[in-house]
């Protein structure tokens, strides 16, 4: 399969949550995630992305809040789909929220949700979010008839998860787990459905994902913290918007 050539503009949602981690590694005030949203906003990003975990392992009520009311973008609150966290959507009133599975013993998001076995519950969520006027995002494995299912439940948005690629050795592997994205993406666009994508990407592997024009937007977080470290978060996020508009970074 030939990937075409970037063409529309594509957007970054950029997640903060790395930035609470480590200001949680200290349980201080530094650094600030809240501060961190707006300077990404201010280089460019399009929407901020935080995921409020049961736990409160890294991002904070708080921090959901304030981002919410400090930003001129859009806010992505990623969270699972509990009757804790839809009063929390309530409360905060995020543009979207993005579904997404959660185990307290992983280090970070293991894959997508199991729309078959949740399908009831998932349909109600769904159906209480749109009910607040808040778009629905299902994060989910590149599976056609994944996709369709979300479809099904009503979703505004499918959120592709790319740890599979991220994560491939060989460059057949990676082929492999490109083609199963750009299926995937092609489904959900001829079904009405808003594609983003995200999860493992970096400056190292994002373009040949760009290359799928149905894919709008990418929620790219600790790659972009990471290099920010050594760069200055400006900076870093400007190369990111470079590369996912194939463009050479400056």
């Known amino acids: 399969m030939n990937f075409e050539k970037i063409g529309a503009t594509r957007f970054l949602s950029l997640n903060v949550d790395h930035v609470a981690t480590i200001r949680e590694a200290r349980k201080g005030d530094m650094p600030d995630p809240v501060t961190a949203a707006l300077i990404a906003e201010k280089a460019g990003v399009d929407s901020?992305?935080?995921?409020?975990r049961e736990d409160r392992r890294h991002i904070?009520?708080?921090d959901v809040k304030l981002i919410s009311k400090l930003i001129?973008?859009?806010?992505n609150l990623e969270?699972?789909?509990t009757e804790e966290m839809l009063r929390v959507a309530y409360n905060v009133r995020p543009h979207l929220v993005t579904l997404v599975p959660e185990n307290r013993e992983e280090v970070t998001t293991e894959g997508g949700l199991d729309l078959f076995l949740k399908k009831e519950q998932l349909t109600q969520f769904v159906k209480d979010l749109h009910s607040s006027n808040i778009q629905v995002s299902l994060f989910?494995?590149?599976?056609?008839?994944?996709v369709k299912l979300a479809h099904k439940i009503d979703a505004d948005v499918v959120e592709l998860h790319t740890g599979a690629y991220a994560n491939a050795i060989s460059e057949n592997e990676k082929y492999n787990e490109l083609i199963k994205l750009a299926n995937a993406a092609r489904t959900a666009k001829k079904l009405g459905l808003e594609v983003h994508a995200g999860h493992g990407l970096n400056y190292h592997n994002i373009l040949?994902?760009?290359?799928i024009n149905e894919i709008e937007e990418f929620a790219i977080g600790h790659s972009v913290i990471s290099h920010a470290i050594f760069v200055g978060l400006e900076k870093a996020v400007k190369e990111m918007l470079s590369l996912i508009n194939g463009k050479k970074p400056v």
């Open 72 to 75: 001129k973008t859009s806010l």
């Open 60 to 62: 904070q009520d708080r």
């Open 208 to 211: 040949p994902v760009a290359n």
């Open 140 to 146: 989910i494995d590149p599976d056609i008839d994944i």
């Open 79 to 81: 969270m699972a789909a």
């Open 48 to 52: 901020i992305t935080v995921h409020l």
